[in-house]
C-alpha cells in the first residue's frame, strides 16, 4: 500500500486553507462580498485569461479532454456572490474524506463528480494486466493498493468488496482523478485566499529591490569582470578585499533585520527561485501557495545571508593569520590547505545560487526537474536538458550562462566562461538587460568569489582543493547546514498570516523574526547566529590542534590538546543540551550575525 501522488501536498495545502480561512473568515467575505462582478473574475482568475482559466482544470486520461472542475463556472462565481463564498467554506472548513463525500451547496461529493464525468471512458483506462484499487476514508486517504495478476486474484480482490460497494474504493484511475481535482480546487481557494487579503501583491511576486540598493549599470557592469592585474597584488590586498565582502555580508544581515524594505525583497527572491518551481517536462510544478512555502522564503533568505557572512569572516581570520610572521612553514601549509578548501565550497555554493536563478529565469525551459530526487537541503533536485554549446550561435549568452552552471565548470573554466559574458556585455550591453536583478546579482556574486580564488592563487601559490586534508571547516560547515535544514523544512512561523498585515508591516516583520530567532533556539539550543559564531571559532581552535599535533609528530614528541574540543560522537539531543548550557554562561552580547534587532540597535537605527 503506498500513497497516491500529491498526498502529501494536498494535505499541506487543505491544512493552509483550512488556518487561513479560519483566520481570516468574516473579513474574506466582506471583501468578496463588497468586489464587483468584474472584480471577483480578475481576483479568481489570478491574472488569467479565460481561456488559460478554463484549461488548468482540463484532464486527458481516459483519452478524452473533461473538465474535472465543473461545477465553478465563472458566470456563478461572478454573479452570485454566495456561491463562491459556499464553496470556500466547504473546502476550508471540513476534512478532506468529507469533501470526498459531499458537495458544496448540497451537491455531489469528489467521488461522485469524477465518476459522473467519466461513466463512459473508465473500461478504457484499466490495464488488464494489472489491478490497483485506491482507498479514500479518514485513515487512509488516498492509498493505492496494486495487485499482480495471480490464480487467486478474485480472492484478494473480494476482501476489498464491502469498501467498494460502500464507495470508500475506486479504480486507481478514477482515485488519481479524485485526488487532482481536490488539488486544483484547493490550490486555487489558497491563492484566491491571498488575493483577497492582498499578501499576492506583497509575498508572493519578486518585489523590486529598494532604490537605496540600486547601482548603475555602468558599475554592475564594472563588477563583472576579471581582469588582469595592472600589479602584483599582495597579501593586504587579499585582506581588503575578503573584509569588503564580510562587510558587505553583514550590512545585507543587518539591513534584512532593521529595514522591512529588504526583508520583503530578500524573502521574495528566495520564493520565486525555489527549486520547485522549475517547470517539469508536462509544462507543470509543485503549487506554491503553501504557508511552508514563505516560511521557506524567510528562513533562507537570513540563512543563506549568515553562511556568507561566515565564509567571509573565516577567511578574513585565516588571511591574518598568514600575515603573521610567527607562522612557520607546517602552520602555513595547514593554513593555506583551509583556505583553498573554504574559498571552493564558497564558489560550490555561489554556483548552486546562480543555478537555482537561472532554472528559473532566463534558462527555465532549459532546465527539469529529477522526479522524487531531493538535495541535502531538501530542495527538489533538477537538470539541464540540453547542451549549452546549442546555443552558441542562436544565444551566446545564454551559452555561457549555462556553461557557469554545470557542475563541471570549477574555477579555472568558470573564469574564460565569466569573461566572455563580460565582453559581451560591454560590446552588446543590451544583451544584459535579459538578465533580472536576481540573475544578474548571482552571477555578479560567483564573479567576485572566482576572481578571489584566482587572485589568492597568484599572491600565496593557494594548493588545489583537498577533499582529504584539512576539513576542519568544510565539514562542520556541511554537517551544521544539514541540520539547520531539518529545521527550515518544519518551521512555522504564524505571523505572516496575522489579519491585514503583511512583512511590509515594522511590527509584522519584527514579530516574524523574533518568532524565527525562538524557533531555531527551541530546535537547536541557540541562535542561528551564534551557531556559526561558535562554527567559526571552534575550528580555528582545531585549526591550531591539528597543527600542534603535526608539529609534536615531526619533532618526536607528545601533545596533549587542551579539552575544548568534543572528541566522541555527540547525539543530537546531547548536542542541543550542550548548547542551551553554553547559552547560559555566554557573555550578554549578541552575535555578529545576529537576526532579531538589540534595542540599542534599533534606537541607532531610527536617529
Not at 295 to 306: G, P, Y
Request: hydrophobic share 35%.
Amino acid at each position: 500500500m503506498n500513497p497516491g501522488g500529491g498526498v502529501s501536498i494536498l494535505k499541506a495545502l487543505h491544512g493552509d486553507l483550512t488556518s487561513k480561512y479560519t483566520t481570516h473568515a468574516p473579513e474574506i467575505e466582506a471583501i468578496w462580498k463588497s468586489l464587483s462582478e468584474k472584480e471577483r473574475v480578475k481576483y479568481f482568475q489570478n491574472g488569467a485569461t479565460e481561456d488559460e482559466e478554463s484549461k488548468q482544470f482540463l484532464d486527458t486520461s481516459f483519452g478524452i479532454t473533461y473538465n474535472i472542475v465543473p461545477d465553478l463556472k465563472l458566470e456563478d462565481i461572478s454573479n452570485k456572490p454566495d456561491f463562491l463564498l459556499g464553496h470556500l467554506k466547504h473546502r476550508g472548513t471540513t476534512s478532506l474524506f468529507h469533501q470526498y463525500c459531499h458537495g458544496a451547496h448540497g451537491k455531489l461529493g469528489d467521488r461522485n463528480v469524477i465518476i459522473e464525468m467519466t461513466r463512459d471512458s473508465q473500461d478504457r483506462h484499466i490495464d488488464p494486466l494489472k489491478v490497483s484499487l485506491a482507498l479514500f476514508g479518514d485513515l487512509p486517504y488516498g492509498q493505492f493498493v496494486d495487485f499482480e495478476p495471480t490464480s487467486n486474484i478474485s480472492a484478494q480482490l473480494a476482501v476489498f468488496k464491502p469498501v467498494m460497494l460502500a464507495g470508500f474504493c475506486v479504480p486507481r484511475s478514477i482515485g488519481e482523478l479524485i485526488l487532482k481535482r481536490q488539488l486544483l480546487i484547493i490550490q486555487k481557494f489558497n491563492v484566491l485566499i491571498c488575493n483577497i487579503l492582498h499578501l499576492n501583491s506583497q509575498s508572493m511576486q519578486e518585489i523590486e529591490r529598494p532604490k537605496k540598493y540600486e547601482q548603475a549599470p555602468s558599475v554592475a557592469l564594472s563588477k563583472l569582470t576579471i581582469q588582469e592585474r595592472p600589479k602584483k597584488l599582495s597579501l593586504p590586498d587579499l585582506i581588503s578585499s575578503a573584509r569588503d565582502q564580510k562587510d558587505t555580508f553583514e550590512e545585507f544581515l543587518r539591513l534584512l533585520s532593521a529595514d522591512q524594505d529588504t526583508l520583503v525583497h530578500a524573502t521574495s527572491i528566495c520564493f520565486v527561485s525555489r527549486p520547485e518551481a522549475v517547470i517539469d517536462d508536462k509544462g507543470g510544478h509543485q503549487p506554491a501557495f503553501s504557508s511552508n512555502n514563505f516560511n521557506n522564503a524567510i528562513f533562507d533568505a537570513f540563512h543563506n545571508t549568515i553562511k556568507g557572512a561566515t565564509m567571509w569572516n573565516y577567511i578574513c581570520r585565516l588571511l591574518h593569520l598568514l600575515k603573521d610572521s610567527t607562522v612557520d612553514k607546517i602552520y602555513r601549509s595547514f593554513i593555506l590547505q583551509e583556505i583553498s578548501n573554504v574559498c571552493h565550497l564558497e564558489y560550490s555554493r555561489a554556483q548552486a545560487q546562480f543555478t537555482r536563478h537561472i532554472q528559473t529565469g532566463i534558462g527555465a525551459k532549459y532546465f527539469e526537474p529529477i522526479a522524487n530526487s531531493y538535495d541535502s537541503a531538501g530542495n527538489a533536485k533538477t537538470r539541464m536538458k540540453i547542451k549549452p554549446e546549442n546555443l552558441t550561435r542562436s544565444n551566446p549568452q545564454l551559452h555561457y550562462i549555462l556553461r557557469l552552471c554545470q557542475s563541471q565548470t570549477n574555477t579555472s573554466v568558470a573564469v574564460e566562461w565569466i569573461k566572455r559574458l563580460s565582453s559581451l556585455y560591454q560590446s552588446h550591453p543590451s544583451e544584459r538587460e535579459a538578465l533580472t536583478a536576481r540573475e544578474f546579482d548571482s552571477l555578479e556574486y560567483l564573479t567576485v568569489i572566482t576572481a578571489f580564488i584566482q587572485d589568492s592563487s597568484q599572491v600565496m601559490a593557494l594548493p588545489a582543493l583537498s577533499r582529504k586534508k584539512t576539513q576542519v571547516f568544510v565539514s562542520r560547515f556541511q554537517e551544521l547546514d544539514v541540520e539547520l535544514t531539518e529545521v527550515r523544512n518544519e518551521v512555522n512561523l504564524q505571523a505572516i498570516w496575522q489579519p491585514k498585515d503583511n512583512l511590509v508591516d515594522p511590527k509584522m516583520a519584527s514579530e516574524v523574526l523574533t518568532e524565527l530567532d525562538q524557533f531555531v533556539v527551541s530546535k537547536t539550543g541557540s541562535k542561528m547566529g551564534f551557531l556559526y559564531q561558535d562554527l567559526l571559532e571552534g575550528c580555528l581552535e582545531e585549526l591550531e590542534h591539528q597543527y600542534q599535533a603535526k608539529k609534536a609528530e615531526l619533532q618526536n614528541a607528545d601533545y596533549i590538546p587542551f579539552p575544548t574540543t568534543t572528541t566522541t560522537p555527540q547525539s543530537a539531543n546531547e548536542r542541543v543540551e550542550q548548547r542551551r548550557v553554553k547559552e547560559k554562561t555566554r557573555p550578554c552580547q549578541s552575535t555578529i550575525f545576529e537576526i532579531t534587532q538589540t534595542p540599542e540597535a534599533a534606537k541607532e537605527e531610527s536617529i
